[in-house]
């Protein structure tokens, strides 16, 4: 069973997680920043959260949608919406909220991408609770930037939406390396910022 969504005003997408649903999220991603993926259990989160494993199983009947699921709530409530008035300064928070997140939890993002190539419906939960949730919050800062005069509309085109979210996990995830602070400011001023104002003149 998927997790219901939602739809912002925004036009992002938000699980409709209950607060008792909320709290679940929140202990399993506490046990797989203690143990990882492959030592969690579903015993544990129900021990620990006090829940039965029936109840978890009704609402995540694997381990992986579990998995997925508190890693998306989680990564939800970190990103926030930076509306500093300027693109370079939003794409900025943006990075550093990336790459602060990332670099926590490398380990279960490295999971649930194994999973997620082994599941269709993993992987369509992916892309519509997590990257498609990304997907609004850039939407918005390039939006407001647009009607700052920043940037022109035409500018904003599909392969932009993963620079900055891409890079970062790749180089956290795959390489094992976390980017520096200065990664993100090199992101932003040598790639996105000239690629978004290249029509501006």
Known sequence: MEAPVIRSSAGGAE???SPREC?????TLELLQEHGYD???VDAVAMTARASKAT???RWPTKAELV???FVEGTRQVAVDPDTG???????RLGEQIRAHVSVHAGTIRAVLVETSRSAKLDAMMHEQFLDQRKALMSRVLARAVDRGEILASAITEDLWDVLPGYLIYRTVLTGNTPAPETIHNLVDNVLIPSLTR???
């Not at 709290?23 to 202990?27: F, G, K, Q, R």
């Not at 300027?86 to 900025?92: F, G, K, P, T």
């Open 56 to 58: 978890l199983y009704r």
């Open 15 to 17: 699980p409709a997680w």
């Open 199 to 201: 029509y501006n003149t």
């Open 68 to 70: 997925l699921a508190a």
């Open 86 to 92: 300027s693109l370079r300064d939003d794409l900025l």
């Open 39 to 41: 030592r969690l259990t």
């Open 23 to 27: 709290e679940l999220l929140a202990v």
